[in-house]
């Protein structure tokens, strides 16, 4: 008796993407698409309603993003696995991403029979990541943790909560410049350029835990 297909649902703000993926899809009976969402909170909602075996799950979207989607459906107990299909590859996408809860990371660049392959797969609960992402995720594993002083930490953790350096300051009863001196500091201890990255970093290396932020 033949494998019931696997059911997908497609999250991307990119009609034309969307319907590059399903009429590749359509063209192995091993799959059923089962929807489409422009967004993160569609494809939530789809996601309740479908009951797909794997979302195919864009980051950036207008309206809610797709780490935000991801984290809502790990939430909600949904049993879909996500696979992230994205253009972006930065510490700042990559970490957040995996940190939500997705099964998969590939990028769009990818073969369609490597596509087809990794849906498979996160159907059956196995990770599966490109090459590019897996070697930064080695990569990062292997640096030593970063050596942040307490105050350095401190104003890690209020980033993390969406204060400015000005907000910081105030909280912290310390200069504006004081501040951005230490944030520089922390930029350079975590190999960061930006506070996005830099609290996809402290989640990574366990500075930081999903509690903040």
Do not use: C, Q, W
């Amino acid at each position: 008796m033949r494998e019931a297909p696997v059911r997908v649902l497609i999250a991307d703000d990119h009609p034309v993407v969307r319907d590059g993926i399903r009429g590749m899809f359509a063209r192995d009976p091993g799959f059923e698409v089962v929807g489409e969402a422009a967004d993160g909170a569609r494809a939530v909602e789809l996601a309740r309603s479908l009951e797909p075996d794997v979302v195919l799950m864009d980051l950036r979207m207008p309206g809610t993003g797709g780490v935000h989607a991801i984290r809502e459906l790990a939430r909600l107990g949904l049993p879909a696995r996500v696979l992230v299909l994205t253009t972006y590859a930065t510490d700042s996408d990559v970490g957040p991403a995996i940190e939500a809860g997705a099964t998969g990371y590939l990028l769009k660049d990818a073969l369609p029979e490597e596509l087809m392959r990794a849906v498979r797969l996160a159907a059956r609960g196995e990770t599966v990541l490109s090459p590019l992402v897996a070697t930064r995720l080695v990569g990062r594993v292997r640096e030593p943790a970063a050596a942040l002083s307490d105050r350095e930490l401190e104003i890690l953790r209020l980033i993390a909560d969406g204060s400015t350096n000005r907000e910081a300051a105030a909280r912290l009863f310390i200069s504006e410049a004081t501040v951005k001196t230490h944030v520089l500091h922390i930029y350079g201890k975590l190999g960061v350029n930006d506070r996005a990255a830099a609290v996809a970093a402290g989640f990574r290396r366990g500075l930081l835990d999903l509690g903040e932020g």
